[in-house]
């Protein structure tokens, strides 16, 4: 647990000075506050003396006035400093974790589901704020209560505030017993929380698949089985939980026992006073919400250090794919020329890292001059998206090298690499946002005219003169408002407005009728004369004007030349394209 808790090291040292003063002002608010029952006891003898004057009250009344405003104004100013010292912190938190799965690697998210990357997100930073939060200033508010009020009791009469301390041994051992099963059994209601929020999350965004099966009852109970599953955990936590505070009130509350056994004993001898008595009560009051505290903040300590634990794996998970020793940062511009030396790609096992999957790319071998244009061929699963996942480095050769200008793509910088390359995937990912914003989400510093330019190359521009708000039209979460063809075109208008050296069209233009994918192709072929193309569809309309054509089996090139030289093979080439022809015209 400590080695969790020592994470927040240097987020802690970031925020000192907050914490240092959180402490000073606790300290001055205990101290004002365990003098007031001090002050009483010495109102209560000299009342019983008859030795108080009616100014005498009135000034006591004052002190003791001052002194709660004091310690009232100092508990606020504890507030104001820790409490905002843990939103601080969980700010910090959620920023670098947001930064540490920015820069994973693809192979990161294979074995994580989005609804446990937000569980962490939420639930644990959240656990880890309450710790840093209320936590230390709980903590920090028993343990100066404790000292000063103890020091006024022990002035007193030490006999009988060592009786009182008896029971403190059995609070620190039901405290550590209680806290470890705490722990434990939050890891277990964290982990089913994740469950929950990752079936939530799939029911939402696969509403269209689940209506569209009818399974909207099924789904319900499964989501209701799940739920139900992490009650009976929550509950089960609850109940060691709800030990904690009553076991801590029953042991501290025997002290009373004592005062008024022990300590009217010593009163009835003459040892201490009624006023002196009376000290012990009202101190045995101030400190019982800090003793019932302990059990209290013992949970939030057990479950922050719990969630640290869950954050950490991600924190700590370096990527496998970042600049290093070789990287050559004298490298700033790219033209685009791209070479594939026997090249061979394994995806390792998220679930199982003992197996090992068969290679997705086989000793490939291909060059592509700046300028030039590759169409790539294959049916499903054959290596075609394996091969142009690779130039940008979304993943890492197992065997081969790679290389734009002559460079190896492991010593180009990562940002230099990527910028100078642009994407658009066939599952086109657009932002709840309008339709300008997620255009100019690869530059956002692109004045008007080159947005205008990259969405009439993408053929956009005729459907945005039938949308009343044109370009400021917002396209709903990832773009639900438009159809596929709208999106994909909107994608395309993205990587285009980047001005890229290397553009890729990974079936980017599955989604729209072949006729205007002729026209957006024309387009290309002008916008990107001087620059490198891969097309990745299994339209070879999409494909016969490419400089050359690959075609891909099983993650092995089988087939490579122009539109006409594979026509003259006969080989799969041949075959779709004469598919296609007829699917044509009978159509």
Not at 194 to 206: D, I, K, L, N, R
Not at 354 to 365: E, F, I, T
Not at 394 to 403: A, E, M, N, P, Q
Not at 560 to 582: C, I, K, M, P, W
Request: proline content about 3%; some cysteine.
């Amino acid at each position: 647990m400590l080695a969790h808790l020592a994470r927040l090291k240097p987020y802690l040292l970031r925020y000192r000075s907050k914490i240092a003063w959180g402490l000073i002002f606790i300290t001055v608010s205990n101290i004002c506050s365990t003098t007031i029952p001090h002050m009483v006891g010495r109102a209560v003898d000299a009342l019983r003396a008859d030795a108080y004057t009616q100014s005498d009250i009135l000034i006591l009344i004052a002190q003791i006035l001052l002194l709660t405003i004091g310690s009232g104004l100092g508990m606020f100013a504890t507030r104001r400093t820790i409490i905002l010292m843990s939103r601080l912190v969980e700010e910090d938190l959620r920023n670098d974790f947001v930064s540490a799965l920015s820069r994973q690697s693809q192979t990161f998210f294979h074995g994580r589901s989005t609804g446990s990357l937000l569980a962490h997100f939420s639930n644990d930073i959240g656990s880890v704020r309450e710790f840093i939060g209320p936590a230390i200033m709980y903590t920090a508010n028993t343990v100066t209560t404790f000292i000063f009020a103890l020091s006024w009791m022990l002035s007193i009469d030490g006999w009988l505030t060592l009786a009182i301390v008896i029971p403190v041994p059995f609070i620190s051992w039901a405290t550590f017993s209680i806290g470890k099963k705490i722990h434990s059994r939050y890891k277990i209601v964290q982990e089913q929380y994740e469950h929950v929020t990752t079936h939530a999350q799939e029911a939402f965004s696969g509403i269209r698949v689940v209506k569209a099966y009818t399974l909207e009852e099924s789904d319900s109970k499964h989501f209701a089985r799940t739920s139900k599953d992490y009650y009976r955990k929550s509950m089960n936590l609850a109940r060691v939980q709800s030990l904690m505070m009553p076991a801590m009130t029953v042991l501290f509350n025997l002290s009373y026992i004592v005062v008024v056994g022990y300590g009217g004993y010593r009163v009835v001898n003459h040892a201490i006073t009624v006023g002196d008595l009376t000290q012990f009560f009202i101190y045995l009051n101030q400190l019982i919400w800090p003793v019932g505290a302990i059990g209290w903040v013992t949970g939030m300590i057990q479950r922050g250090a719990a969630s640290l634990g869950r954050l950490g794996v991600i924190l700590d998970s370096g990527s496998d794919i970042t600049d290093d020793d070789n990287t050559n940062y004298s490298i700033t511009r790219l033209s685009g020329h791209v070479r594939f030396s026997n090249v061979t790609l394994r995806y390792p096992n998220p679930f199982s890292p003992s197996y090992v999957h068969r290679d997705a790319l086989k000793n490939v071998s291909v060059e592509v001059p700046t300028g030039a244009s590759l169409g790539i061929m294959g049916s499903v699963g054959s290596g075609k998206s394996s091969f142009v996942n690779l130039i940008p480095r979304l993943y890492t050769v197992t065997s081969g090298t790679i290389t734009i200008d002559g460079h190896d793509i492991r010593t180009i910088p990562l940002a230099v690499l990527r910028k100078h390359i642009a994407v658009v995937p066939q599952e086109s990912f657009l932002f709840s946002d309008t339709i300008e914003n997620n255009v100019k989400f690869g530059d956002p510093d692109a004045n008007t005219q080159q947005t205008e330019r990259a969405i009439m190359s993408s053929l956009l521009s005729g459907d945005l003169e039938y949308m009343e708000h044109g370009t400021r039209t917002m396209v709903g979460e990832r773009g639900i408002t438009l159809s596929g063809g709208q999106k994909q075109r909107t994608s395309l208008a993205r990587a285009l407005l980047t001005n890229p050296a290397i553009l890729i069209l990974d079936d980017a233009l599955s989604a729209v009728d072949t006729h205007t994918e002729h026209k957006i192709l024309e387009q290309l072929r002008h916008i990107m004369s001087d620059r490198t193309t891969f097309v990745v569809s299994h339209r070879v309309s999409a494909l016969r004007h490419c400089d050359h054509i690959m075609v891909l089996h099983d993650g092995m090139v089988t087939e490579y030349g122009t539109h006409d030289e594979l026509l003259s093979l006969n080989g799969e080439y041949a075959q779709v394209y004469g598919r296609q022809l007829l699917e044509e015209a009978i159509s």
